[in-house]
């Protein structure tokens, strides 16, 4: 590799978020130096691989943690890589129809499923109220146990026959595979690693352990990291990264798909789910788990030095940690979440939330998910001193944007790339053909 290079775009990381705006560079837009970095030797392995995320295309149908105009954000932003999977990657299997459903327990949950079902089905032709007898159909260990049925009352939102799976680390190499075919010119540098990023003349300069890229714009899809790379260029200060990691349990193959359960609003991150593993389809893998670790990557001890950059300890982070403590579920939720961390007990704690989706679950059958499991790189604004769910962008105005991408982001990953083309093309000067963009990937 030369010592030094030049490029029009730098893309720094090749999770789904980069490998999708390399893509959609490569085909909707005129900027042709198109290079991304990446430091591991192969593209997708932190939080975009099959094994650190939960594998759902999320529409908002079922979860009961997004408002309505969330949803239907999301709901967007789905159809666009369904669009991409379905039309310009036809051949290569990349999603996977299940059937998926959000399950009311008790009368409090039922009656509001019932109401969201009302608000929600206008909005989703597919979407379906399931009495107990389908829910019985659909999935006959979510209402029998030793034969009998469960005595709570029991409904459940949701649909039959969409695409509910990705694995996305098979998708991000579709997108860098159609990258190149679109532009003979795209170039990836796998174990490459950006150090820093410099403003430079009208530009900027990224220096990697390997060499240095002369560059008209960067977008940085770094994950964690990328809270990292802006503080060094005196971005996002006010900002800390506070990564929560999620863990997972599998079972023998229980569930014929995904079983959602309904939201305690009070709580920051999604309730569990229970879902069919595309690596493991034997198994059924319950999950995720709610746990703040010191690292930036799961199961990476090394990236506790990232984590110690960007964590910023101080007074008000401090604030916004204690403020969650203050509140008696929230606190609850927190402990319980550490505790299902905890060799020894943990699988006897978490069945307990498993049964809520399979009643008649036995300790015996549960098991931890060894080697599974990602970090959400939520941010804490410090300046409001309070938690920020969903994506992050530090777009800075000048032609360097950097990403930060908990849940949704990998359903997200095409809707983020159209956002940033926007502003590079505007910033370089080039064109994004928006309206080919659309027609191929937003259209019915
Ligand atoms: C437990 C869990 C469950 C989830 N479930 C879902 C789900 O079901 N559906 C969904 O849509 N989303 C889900 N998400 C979120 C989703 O996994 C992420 O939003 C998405 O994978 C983020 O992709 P990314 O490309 O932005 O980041 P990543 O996949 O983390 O990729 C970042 C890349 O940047 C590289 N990198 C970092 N620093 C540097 C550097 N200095 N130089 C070069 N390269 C660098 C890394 O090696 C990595 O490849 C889940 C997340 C978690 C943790």
């Not at 206008?122 to 829910?135: C, D, G, K, N």
Request: include cysteine; charged fraction near 20%; charge should be positive.
């Amino acid at each position: 590799m030369a010592r030094q290079q030049t490029a029009d775009l730098v893309i720094i990381g090749g999770g789904i978020s980069g490998t999708a705006l390399l893509f959609a560079a490569a085909r909707y837009s005129t900027i042709r130096r198109l290079v991304l970095i990446e430091k591991y030797p192969a593209l997708a392995q932190v939080n975009s691989a099959a094994t650190h995320n939960s594998q759902t295309l999320h529409c908002g149908d079922i979860e009961t943690n997004y408002t309505l105009v969330k949803a239907l954000a999301v709901k967007r932003a789905a159809g666009l890589v369904a669009n991409y999977a379905m039309r310009l990657a036809a051949d290569e299997d990349l999603l996977h129809r299940y059937s998926k459903m959000v399950l009311g327990v008790g009368p409090e949950e039922c009656t509001r499923l019932r109401a969201r079902f009302r608000e929600f089905a206008p909005h989703y032709p597919w979407l379906r109220l399931f009495e107990v007898s389908e829910i019985a159909r659909l999935e006959p260990h979510v209402v029998f146990a030793h034969g009998r049925s469960r005595p709570e009352e029991l409904v459940a939102c949701g649909a039959e026959h969409e695409h509910t799976a990705a694995n996305f680390a098979a998708l991000a190499n579709s997108f860098a595979t159609h990258a190149r075919i679109e532009n003979p010119d795209v170039q990836i540098h796998l174990n490459t690693r950006a150090l820093h990023v410099r403003a430079s003349g009208h530009g900027f300069e990224v220096e990697t352990n390997h060499n240095t890229i002369m560059t008209g714009a960067v977008v940085v899809s770094a994950g964690g990291h990328s809270l990292f790379l802006a503080q060094q260029m005196g971005y996002g200060r006010e900002f800390s990264c506070l990564p929560v990691a999620g863990s997972f349990y599998f079972t023998p193959k229980r569930l014929n798909g995904k079983v959602y359960t309904v939201q305690n609003d009070k709580l920051p991150f999604a309730a569990i789910h229970g879902d069919p593993d595309l690596l493991m389809g034997d198994a059924t893998r319950f999950g995720p788990t709610a746990l703040i670790l010191p690292e930036l990557e799961r199961y990476h001890l090394a990236s506790t030095v990232d984590f110690l950059r960007v964590v910023r300890f101080d007074t008000a982070l401090l604030a916004v940690l204690a403020d969650m403590f203050i509140d008696a579920d929230v606190r609850r939720y927190i402990i319980k979440n550490m505790l299902f961390e905890l060799p020894g007990i943990r699988r006897r704690l978490f069945l307990r939330d498993a049964r809520k989706i399979i009643p008649g679950l036995n300790l015996s059958e549960l098991r931890f998910a060894k080697g599974f499991g990602g970090l959400r790189p939520q941010l804490v604004d410090r300046r409001e001193k309070k938690l920020l769910m969903g994506e992050a962008k530090i777009d800075t105005g000048l032609g360097v944007i950097f990403n930060m991408t908990p849940s949704p982001g990998a359903t997200s990953c095409l809707d983020n790339a159209e956002q940033d083309l926007r502003i590079v093309t505007r910033h370089l000067g080039a064109t994004f053909d928006e309206a080919r963009f659309r027609a191929e990937l937003e259209a019915a």
